[in-house]
């Protein structure tokens, strides 16, 4: 499967962002979806997933409750509505799958599969 990221951009400290994962070559079907994302001069951290078949999702700490993850089973597409953005937030995004979703988690990097290119967000102050 191809995964294309794409909605990043500049925005204001406060803002909103949409970024969205589309998936090509084959569906969701029983994936996991996962975003994470990596800051200059920092390890690429994990940021939420979501369960292609059951809608179950996951976050980290620092997100919930500003960032929901969602996905379109029309548009084989997963996406990650990120409001109340902080400059803390300005890292490049990437969208990860795995083909089967993984019962102990999927947090790790290395739980995942399929790599999408990254999409810059910067969030200013």
């Known amino acids: 499967v191809q995964l294309q990221a794409s909605g990043g951009g500049l925005v204001q400290a406060g803002g909103s962002l949409r970024l969205s994962c589309a998936a090509s070559?084959?569906?969701?079907?029983?994936?996991?979806v996962g975003w994470f994302r990596q800051a200059p001069g920092k390890e690429r951290e994990f940021v939420s997933v979501?369960?292609?078949?059951?809608?179950?999702?996951d976050y980290t700490d620092s997100v919930k409750g500003r960032f929901t993850i969602s996905r379109d089973r029309a548009k084989n597409t997963v996406y990650l509505q990120m409001n109340s953005l902080k400059p803390e937030d300005t890292a490049v995004y990437y969208c990860?799958?795995?083909?089967?979703?993984?019962?102990?988690?999927?947090?790790?990097?290395?739980?995942?599969?399929?790599w999408g290119q990254g999409t810059q967000v910067t969030v200013s102050s």
């Open positions: 990860a799958a795995r083909s089967s979703w993984r019962v102990g988690g999927m947090r790790s990097s290395y739980d995942y599969d399929y």
């Open positions: 070559g084959r569906s969701f079907s029983n994936y996991g």
């Open positions: 979501i369960r292609w078949a059951t809608g179950m999702t």
